[in-house]
C-alpha cells in the first residue's frame, strides 16, 4: 500500500512555478494517472506560463472554463448562421433548430426563442435579436 503523502509521480519541483508545484502536489492527493494528469499539467504549466496577475488570471481561466465547456461568451443572437435546422427525419419534428454556439440550446422558431437541454425547468429563453448584438 503506498502512502498517501508520498508522491507516486516524484517530479523534480525545484524548477517549476509555485502554481505547478501546488498542481503536482494536489493531483498526488488525488490519485491523478497518466495520460489525464500529463494534460493537466500541460494546461497548468501554460497557464503559469502567461505570468498573470490577479485580474488576468481570474479572467483567463473564466474565459477558459466557458469555452472548454463548449459555451458561448456572449448572448445568442437571432443570425440565422447562427442556428442550424435539423433534418426531419432526424429531429422527428419539423422546424427544429440547433445552436452552433451552444450545442444544448434548441429552437422551433428559427432562434428567436429557445430551450437549454440542461436546464430541468426548460425555461423559454430569448435570443437577441441580430441587430441589436452587432
Do not use: C
Amino acid at each position: 500500500m503506498t502512502n498517501p503523502q508520498q508522491p507516486t509521480h516524484p517530479e523534480d519541483t525545484t524548477a517549476e512555478s509555485p502554481l505547478v508545484q501546488h498542481a503536482i502536489r494536489e493531483l498526488d492527493l488525488i490519485g491523478e494517472e497518466d495520460p489525464m494528469r500529463g494534460h493537466l499539467l500541460d494546461l497548468i504549466r501554460v497557464f503559469a506560463g502567461g505570468g498573470h496577475s490577479g485580474f488576468s488570471a481570474e479572467h483567463t481561466v473564466e474565459v477558459f472554463s466557458t469555452l472548454a465547456r463548449f459555451q458561448p461568451l456572449s448572448p445568442l443572437t437571432t443570425d440565422p448562421a447562427e442556428w442550424f435546422e435539423h433534418d426531419e427525419a432526424v429531429a422527428g419534428q419539423p422546424g427544429l433548430y440547433q445552436s452552433r454556439r451552444n450545442p444544448a440550446a434548441f429552437s422551433t422558431d428559427g432562434g428567436k426563442t429557445y430551450t437549454l437541454t440542461d436546464d430541468p425547468t426548460r425555461t423559454l429563453r430569448f435570443s437577441v435579436d441580430k441587430a441589436v448584438a452587432q
